[in-house]
């Protein structure tokens, strides 16, 4: 495994993040423990998760998993970069109770312990933002921040699904108020077929010293070869997958992508996420694997170094927004 540091802070984490969505919904708490144990074997030491996963009457349902795994000790606890998140509305009936979501002083401090205890742990060491809270000045989020970090409960704040100027805005006010170090990275959808946060998000990001963690770096399955899926197996893709392979321009798209890797010999989910580790700023993509198997693929793609020659083609196939403001405003 390669390492590398977060952002601008001291902190070593792996180029590869272990996403634990999954965990409950999709995969039952032993395998779970599995694919915890092999990505902690293959040197991943930076795991994500988030309070909300679990989702509807098993929200927490996927920390708990979490915290039961670290209850078997063998330094699991602290062999890993724990991060989690704050701001859904955590009631089973969706139907939340006030202050219950968000980001008011009162529902940091409820979510954070609450947290804690599922977790099975005392310290979280990236606490992150789930969404921006448009009612909640910055100011009051930061002094409830300080106050965690000075009772040991959290070590460092991350961002999730953040604008650029707000990115910005945090930490100039976490600068203005002196003693918070801010965010330190920012967790945004990003991979080859969805490139809008090289516009303004990514920018900001490295401005300010935050790294950044790109989510659904398959795009929903659709960058992992869906297509040769559907030919060879019979697999039909779902969700957001399906929905973008009925536009037939994105159905083209999708297969030239996967011709490019054939030619190359190249599995296309590896591609996709190797593409992300070559990108400016990028500490290191979430993985969300349901299977061993899945875990397995993942890692093939942090020794995998593509040539110029593909990443010419992957930019003529998926081309970026360009810089900003020059992509908008010339």
């Known amino acids: 495994m390669k390492y590398t540091q977060l952002g601008r802070t001291g902190l070593k984490v792996s180029r590869l993040v272990l996403g634990t969505m999954n965990f409950g919904p999709q995969t039952d708490e032993a395998d779970s423990h599995a694919i915890m144990d092999a990505a902690l074997d293959a040197g991943i030491n930076y795991f994500d998760t988030a309070n909300v996963y679990g989702w509807g009457e098993n929200k927490g349902r996927t920390e708990e998993i979490i915290g039961n795994w670290f209850a078997k000790g063998g330094e699991r606890r602290d062999k890993v970069v724990l991060a989690t998140k704050v701001y859904g509305n955590m009631a089973a009936d969706g139907d939340a109770w006030p202050n219950h979501d968000k980001l008011s002083a009162l529902n ?9 205890k599922r977790l099975q742990t005392d310290y979280i060491d990236v606490y992150q933002f789930h969404h921006i809270d448009r009612s909640t000045p910055f100011e009051e989020i930061w002094q409830a921040i300080d106050v965690l970090v000075q009772q040991g409960k959290i070590l460092y704040v991350g961002s999730s699904n953040f604008p650029g100027y707000k990115i910005a805005q945090a930490n100039e006010i976490a600068a203005k108020r ?17 490139r809008r946060a090289e516009m303004e998000v990514i920018p900001a990001a490295q401005e300010y010293g935050l790294g950044v963690i790109p989510w659904s770096p398959l795009h929903g399955g659709l960058l ?4 040769r899926k559907e030919v060879e197996g019979g697999r039909r893709a779902s969700g957001r997958a399906a929905d973008s392979l009925a536009n037939t321009a994105i159905r083209a798209q999708i297969q ?6 054939d030619k190359h010999g190249v599995e296309p989910g590896e591609a996709a996420l190797a593409w992300l580790l070559t990108r400016p700023g990028v500490t290191g993509p ?6 061993a198997e899945q875990l397995d693929s993942a890692l093939r793609a942090v020794e995998l170094e593509l040539p110029e020659d593909l990443l010419t083609g ?17």
């Not at 992992?224 to 297509?227: A, C, L, N, T």
């Not at 030239?256 to 890797?261: A, G």
């Open 178 to 194: 002196g003693g918070t170090i801010g965010l330190v990275s920012e967790q945004c959808l990003y991979n080859l077929a969805e």
């Open 108 to 116: 940091i401090r409820r979510a954070v312990d609450a947290s804690l």
């Open 224 to 227: 992992g070869g869906v297509i």
């Open 286 to 291: 979430i993985v969300g694997p349901r299977t």
């Open 256 to 261: 030239s992508y996967e011709d490019l890797l």
């Open 314 to 330: 992957l930019d003529e196939i998926f081309p970026g927004p360009g810089p900003s403001p020059e992509a908008f405003a010339w």
